[in-house]
């Protein structure tokens, strides 16, 4: 008997499942982390379920009938088919789901001002710009569409910046200057260099001092700053994320102290994917969540392209979801002629 989910209201990945039905995997549970239900959409890649947080009464089941029912919290039954990849696979499934929806949830905290400064570092084309980049998007979305709502969640004046390649010291100043009220965020990505300078890092951990003034000051004569109407102390109001392929147990000497004072001023979020089948699970997830939608494909090209991903994954340059990207990139230039490209650009000689 197929049991579905109607969610009366709940939202996943910033996106509202008010009125929404999906089969039903998993009823609804309380666990350490709240209640959940486990559902699966017709539309999933190989059928992979999707664990959503809510309350017990924010959903309703109904039979194949139609006809709603009663299943009582912690209820036993299970669509057992679909339970098959669960129990195979889910472990490390929600293992790697948990660490980047907790990097959602803590972009939004940034957001918000709740937290100062995050660290993220992961294996390159994991998806950490990504998940941030869509997060901060949809959040300003929802801000710009709650504008002058008494009920809005999101504060009016957010902004966020992206901060890609080198930055001298005097541009990581000027930087935090144009990015220093509340609500702003700054993202620093694969900007690496500034956390191997010494001067870049005083500044960066005086920007996300636990004080409740974060006063930054730059006493040196600048011309580039008196130009530009920079005052020479101002006080960091804003927050930081920093997204790095850096593993910062490997950093040693004079750098790993400030490294560490820098790690103990923000929340560190470690989301490498040590072996294939974690780069999978990775890919899998995003494909699930949209990640190929912007194509336009059609099911069964967005399956034909999975099928080569599964097929080649040992044997690609680089197993991730950029690599993914690449591959969509080819299959949406021309449908007959993808494959060979593929084969020939994206795999290991």
Same mark, same amino acid.
């Given at each position: 008997?197929?049991i579905t989910?109607?969610?009366?209201?709940?939202r996943?990945?910033?996106q509202s499942?008010k009125?929404?039905?999906?089969?039903?995997?998993v009823?609804?549970?309380?666990?350490?982390?709240?209640?959940?239900?486990i559902?699966?959409s017709n539309?999933?890649?190989?059928?992979?379920?999707?664990?959503?947080?809510c309350n017990?009464?924010d959903i309703e089941?109904?039979?194949?009938?139609g006809?709603?029912?009663?299943?009582?919290?912690?209820?036993e039954?299970?669509?057992?088919?679909?339970m098959t990849?669960?129990n195979?696979?889910d472990?490390n499934?929600?293992?790697i789901?948990?660490?980047f929806?907790?990097?959602e949830?803590?972009?939004?905290?940034c957001v918000?001002?709740?937290?100062?400064?995050?660290?993220?570092?992961g294996?390159?084309?994991?998806?950490?710009?990504?998940t941030?980049?869509e997060?901060?998007?949809?959040v300003?979305r929802e801000?710009e569409?709650?504008r002058?709502?008494?009920?809005?969640?999101y504060?009016?004046?957010?902004?966020?910046?992206?901060?890609?390649?080198?930055?001298?010291?005097?541009?990581?100043y000027?930087?935090?200057w144009?990015n220093r009220m509340p609500?702003?965020?700054?993202?620093f990505?694969?900007s690496?260099?500034?956390l &191997?300078? +010494?001067? %870049?890092?005083?500044?960066l951990?005086h920007a996300l =001092?636990s004080? /409740?003034?974060?006063?930054l000051s @730059?006493?040196k004569?600048?011309?580039?700053?008196?130009?530009?109407?920079i005052d020479?102390e101002?006080?960091?109001r804003?927050?930081?994320?920093f997204?790095?392929n850096?593993?910062?147990e490997?950093?040693?000497?004079?750098?790993a102290?400030?490294?560490?004072?820098l790690?103990?001023?923000?929340?560190y979020?470690?989301l490498?994917?040590?072996?294939?089948?974690?780069?999978?699970?990775?890919?899998?997830?995003?494909?699930?969540?949209?990640?190929?939608?912007?194509y336009?494909?059609?099911h069964s090209?967005?399956?034909?392209?999975?099928r080569?991903?599964?097929?080649?994954?040992?044997? &690609?340059? +680089?197993? %991730?979801p950029r690599?993914?990207?690449?591959?969509? =990139?080819?299959? /949406?230039?021309d449908?007959?002629? @993808?494959?060979?490209k593929a084969?020939l650009?994206?795999?290991k000689?």
């Amino acid at each position: 008997m197929q049991i579905t989910v109607k969610f009366l209201r709940g939202r996943h990945k910033l996106q509202s499942l008010k009125g929404k039905t999906y089969n039903l995997v998993v009823p609804w549970n309380s666990g350490a982390l709240g209640g959940y239900v486990i559902v699966s959409s017709n539309d999933d890649i190989k059928g992979i379920p999707i664990t959503v947080k809510c309350n017990y009464d924010d959903i309703e089941y109904y039979d194949q009938f139609g006809k709603r029912i009663d299943i009582p919290p912690n209820g036993e039954i299970k669509d057992f088919a679909l339970m098959t990849t669960v129990n195979e696979e889910d472990n490390n499934m929600q293992r790697i789901r948990d660490a980047f929806d907790t990097l959602e949830e803590l972009t939004i905290d940034c957001v918000t001002g709740t937290i100062r400064g995050l660290l993220v570092s992961g294996s390159p084309g994991c998806g950490k710009s990504y998940t941030v980049e869509e997060t901060l998007s949809a959040v300003t979305r929802e801000a710009e569409a709650e504008r002058g709502s008494q009920v809005s969640k999101y504060p009016e004046n957010l902004s966020y910046r992206f901060v890609r390649g080198v930055t001298s010291t005097i541009g990581l100043y000027q930087i935090l200057w144009d990015n220093r009220m509340p609500n702003q965020v700054t993202i620093f990505d694969d900007s690496d260099n500034i956390l &191997f300078e +010494e001067n %870049s890092l005083n500044l960066l951990k005086h920007a996300l =001092d636990s004080s /409740k003034l974060r006063i930054l000051s @730059w006493q040196k004569e600048s011309k580039v700053l008196q130009s530009a109407n920079i005052d020479k102390e101002f006080e960091f109001r804003g927050s930081i994320i920093f997204l790095t392929n850096v593993k910062f147990e490997n950093v040693v000497g004079r750098l790993a102290l400030h490294i560490e004072a820098l790690l103990s001023r923000c929340h560190y979020l470690d989301l490498d994917l040590k072996t294939d089948r974690d780069k999978m699970a990775r890919i899998n997830l995003l494909v699930n969540e949209g990640m190929l939608n912007r194509y336009g494909f059609t099911h069964s090209q967005q399956s034909e392209l999975m099928r080569f991903v599964r097929e080649y994954q040992t044997q &690609f340059r +680089e197993l %991730s979801p950029r690599m993914v990207s690449k591959l969509a =990139d080819l299959m /949406k230039a021309d449908t007959h002629t @993808w494959e060979r490209k593929a084969k020939l650009t994206c795999l290991k000689t």
